[in-house]
């Protein structure tokens, strides 16, 4: 944890050389919008103007959450063991996904409730599923640290493999409850206004999760001032890993992109924990659930998808690298004004 401290900011000269190079490209200045920014943002994270992105992996941290007792989910967390079993194995949704993208997908137990007859599953765990939020806090304070170290550790073991930029993804069944509580404390607005469906609850069920989550606060008293302390009150095991994925990614440069709501709010207590991280992370889309846009604007990030996903394990996450494709080959590629003769356009001021 002592890595988290010694965090150190993006490379600025890099930033402004990626960003000069956009501007030599005969087109009006900044016309690539947000994708430029990233690019630049990018090169402040690998510390050069000659980006890569070409090594990809989808990192998806699987975890239970005791929560899932209150009825706050449509179906049982014996179902987080089977989708996790189904990512590593190649099978789920974000490997049809990831596929398309040149990305390897890898998925790690760090808090899955049952033990999973996987080979292919990296077995991480922290603890066998987190405690109900409801009556007390979700994990230990040495659980918690131990899943943020996981993910920092992985990101370590990817990056010495030569891997350049890292999507993170998540499977728990109840894990939209505990991110509803983070985010409602985080940004300080009630549970109604950051709690929604999950995978599909009815009506009478989104009222339940709203008092669930408001218990949780009541009981848990969290302070959005303590980062670490407000996710092992009310986060889980896969959430505190992302956590350490984004940390990670700041301590060892190398860019992680944010996928949905539950990745937003990892990404968002990392910031808690050094807000020097957000130089290291990108936004893919914006969520269809209701905390979202805040969790993202909390990091000071925006989003270029905004298609109301709301899938998960790093599908959102993954579909902004063709578009990331797709500027590198502008960036690298087209005319330049110095190779023709278009007039260079003038700042606006």
């Not at 501007?23 to 690539?32: E, H, M, N, R, Y």
């Not at 899955?112 to 109900?132: E, Q, W």
């Not at 505190?240 to 709501?261: E, K, N, R, S």
Request: proline share 3%.
């Amino acid at each position: 944890m002592d890595r988290i401290k010694q965090i150190v900011p993006s490379d600025k000269a890099a930033y402004s050389a990626a960003k000069s190079q956009w501007d030599s490209i005969a087109k009006p200045l900044g016309s690539f919008g947000l994708l430029e920014e990233m690019i630049q943002s990018i090169a402040a994270v690998q510390g050069t103007a000659d980006v890569d992105i070409s090594v990809r992996k989808a990192i998806v941290m699987c975890g239970d959450h005791g929560v899932v007792s209150e009825g706050v989910t449509q179906c049982g967390q014996e179902v987080t063991a089977e989708c996790a079993k189904a990512i590593a194995e190649g099978r789920s949704n974000i490997n049809a996904v990831a596929a398309a993208f040149n990305t390897e997908v890898i998925a790690a137990d760090v808090g899955i409730a049952a033990d999973v007859d996987c080979g292919r599953l990296i077995r991480s765990k922290a603890v066998y599923g987190t405690k109900n939020i409801a009556v007390g806090a979700a994990m230990t304070a040495e659980e918690c640290e131990a899943a943020i170290v996981t993910g920092m550790d992985m990101i370590k073991e990817l990056s010495l493999r030569g891997t350049k930029i890292i999507v993170t993804g998540e499977m728990g069944i109840g894990n939209t409850t505990s991110t509803a509580a983070i985010a409602s404390v985080l940004l300080g607005l009630p549970p109604e206004q950051v709690t929604g469906r999950g995978a599909g609850l009815s009506a009478e069920g989104l009222q339940r999760k709203n008092n669930v989550v408001k218990r949780a606060i009541e009981v848990n008293k969290p302070d959005k001032n303590k980062p670490f302390e407000l996710l092992s009150k009310l986060g889980g095991a896969e959430i505190a890993a992302m956590t350490g994925l984004f940390l990670g990614g700041a301590y060892y440069h190398v860019p992680v992109i944010i996928d949905g709501v539950i990745s937003a709010a990892a990404a968002a207590i990392a910031c808690g924990m050094n807000p020097l991280c957000r130089e290291y992370m990108l936004a893919s889309h914006c969520s269809g659930e209701p905390a979202a846009e805040g969790l993202l604007a909390y990091c000071g990030l925006k989003a270029p998808i905004n298609a109301g996903l709301r899938l998960g394990e790093g599908t959102g996450g993954v579909l902004l690298l063709p578009l990331l494709d797709g500027a590198l080959a502008l960036y690298r590629n087209s005319h330049r004004f110095d190779e023709t003769n278009i007039e260079r356009y003038a700042e606006l001021t």
